[in-house]
C-alpha cells in the first residue's frame, strides 16, 4: 500500500555497526528520553547508517539529551505491517527487500521502520 508522509523532525542515536547495533541504539535513546509514553519511535536505515529516532515533542530539548537531530524526509513510501517484530526482527531486511522488488525504491531517503507497540509499519521510500 503507497502513504505519502510528511517531514518529521527527530532525535536519536546513530546505531555502531549498522544496524545489527540497533538493539543498543534504542536502549541509549530510551534511557536518555526516559518515559516512551507517547512517544513515536523510528529505525532509520540509508545504506550506511542505522538510526534510532524518536519524534521531537514540544519542550524537548535534544542537545542537554545529548541526541543528534535530524529530519526524516517525507513523500511517498510503500507500507507493509510486520506484527509481532520482537520475534521477528530478523524478517525485517529481507521484507524491506521484497517490498523493494515490487516498486522503484527511492534510496535518496531513508527506509524506515515505525514502531507501533508490537504492530511495526515498515516504510520504504518510492519514486
Known amino acids: 500500500m503507497r502513504v ?5 523532525e527527530v532525535m536519536g542515536v546513530v546505531a ?5 547495533g540497533a538493539p543498543a541504539a534504542f536502549e541509549t535513546l530510551d534511557a536518555r528520553i526516559g518515559s516512551p509514553r507517547g ?8 545504506g550506511r547508517e542505522y538510526r534510532a529516532c524518536v519524534a ?4 524537548d530539548d535534544p542537545q542537554a539529551l545529548g541526541l543528534t537531530t535530524w529530519r ?13 517484530w ?4 530478523e524478517e525485517i531486511g529481507p521484507t524491506f527487500d521484497a517490498m523493494a522488488a515490487g ?3 527511492d534510496y535518496a531517503r531513508p527506509c524506515i521502520e515505525f514502531y507501533r507497540s ?8 518510492v519514486k
Open 72 to 84: 526524516i524526509g517525507g513523500g511517498e513510501y510503500e507500507r507493509t505491517k510486520l506484527t509481532d
Open 118 to 125: 508490537s504492530r511495526e509499519l515498515l516504510l520504504l521510500p
Open 39 to 46: 512517544r513515536r519511535f523510528y529505525g532509520t536505515y540509508d
Open 4 to 8: 505519502t508522509i510528511d517531514d518529521i
Open 16 to 20: 555502531e555497526g549498522g544496524p545489527p
Open 86 to 89: 520482537q520475534e521477528r526482527i
Open 103 to 105: 516498486c522503484e525504491p
Open 56 to 59: 521531537i515533542q514540544e519542550g
